[in-house]
């Protein structure tokens, strides 16, 4: 197996990448629009926005994968980065640089892989990379079209969505810190990353007198997916189930894997029909269109319980969290597959 050697300007290049901030951040819907819109367009089981840094390559939006990173070792794209142009394999099973790479001969078994470096200031952090199980060709006129899904991947690298908190909280932690706070399944915050945010997003929000929502998330009769479907059909479905959420909230709102098929949604400046709207948008994403785990479909509702209160100095996450947890109670007394709120004036 071929190791990827090291760019010519590596010291630079990890700096720029630490700089972005952007490695073990949460998922967003504006990356995860590519990666989807690529995979439909070439057909492929696997799109991936990666991001290369010293040890691994990890991955900023995933279509068709369960895995949030490889080793950089192993990494195709590793060798993507030294190229100014789409790097592509057209048969990895039959390429001597990668015939006995482990993510050709084990999971998930590449076989065609295309990659066009993502180049910000001059240098390439990751790429846009579309992955076949059975060896292709790119026409011309399909190179052009990975070049420009690129384009649009690099010019999101330049932009900051995420919420005034949550981009600072990224930028005072290295990697090793913030991988502590991102669950590496669904990509979003975990419980350790909720506790850091939710007291900083409140703080701002009384300085600024905001409404702010929480909003309790259950995915209903979760371990039946489990024991029908497997834990691998599972851990689609929580995958999915995260992207529809993030499809359906404002980029500043925090998304959080509360346990095991329970995630939290807090926003800042948030007015009541605000909340209702976004409740009810989540409800239907996540219910409406089944859910695709290899070649077995099947959906899942979600229960929804929303406090909001305005951030006066007595109002802290513990407070908007019991709200928030008797309004679950509630829905789930209801029937589940509903939205129900508790207010605090």
């Known amino acids: 197996m071929k190791k990827p050697p090291l760019p010519s300007d590596e010291s630079i290049r990890l700096a720029k990448l630490n700089a972005l901030g952007i490695i073990y951040s949460p998922a967003e819907e504006r990356f995860d629009r590519i990666t989807k819109l690529a995979r439909t367009v070439f057909g492929v089981p696997i799109a991936l926005i990666t991001l290369v840094s010293e040890k691994c390559q990890w991955f900023k939006s995933s279509q068709g994968s369960t895995a949030a990173e490889t080793s950089r070792e192993i990494s195709l794209c590793a060798h993507a980065i030294l190229q100014d142009d789409t790097f592509v394999v057209p048969d990895a099973s039959q390429d001597p640089d990668f015939s006995d790479n482990p993510l050709v001969t084990g999971e998930p078994f590449i076989r065609f892989y295309a990659g066009h470096p993502l180049k910000y200031e001059g240098s390439a952090m990751g790429t846009l990379c579309i992955i076949d199980r059975v060896p292709r060709q790119l026409s011309p006129s399909e190179l052009e079209t990975l070049r420009n899904l690129a384009a649009w991947a690099e010019n999101e690298l330049k932009t900051t969505a995420l919420g005034e908190a949550q981009m600072q909280l990224l930028k005072e932690l290295d990697e090793t810190k913030r991988i502590t706070l991102i669950d590496p399944l669904t990509k979003v915050w975990n419980r350790n990353g909720m506790d850091v945010l939710m007291h900083r997003e409140i703080e701002r929000a009384r300085r600024e007198r905001q409404r702010v929502v929480l909003m309790m998330l259950d995915v209903d009769n979760f371990k039946d997916v489990n024991d029908r479907y497997g834990h691998h059909a599972g851990d689609v479905a929580l995958k999915e189930i995260a992207q529809r959420i993030r499809l359906s909230v404002r980029p500043s709102d925090v998304i959080v ?50 406090s909001s209160a305005v951030a006066t100095k007595e109002l802290d996450a513990e407070r908007l969290t019991k709200l928030a947890d008797k309004a679950l109670y509630h829905a789930k007394a209801a029937g589940r597959n509903c939205i129900k709120f508790k207010s605090q004036a």
Not at 276 to 288: E, F, G, N, P, T
């Open 257 to 306: 894997r509360y346990g095991g098929d329970e995630f939290l949604l807090f926003a800042a400046d948030c007015p009541v029909e605000m909340s209702k709207i976004l409740a009810q948008r989540i409800l239907s994403r996540v219910r409406d269109e089944p859910i695709e785990a290899d070649t077995t479909k099947f959906n899942v509702s979600m229960t929804i319980g929303v």
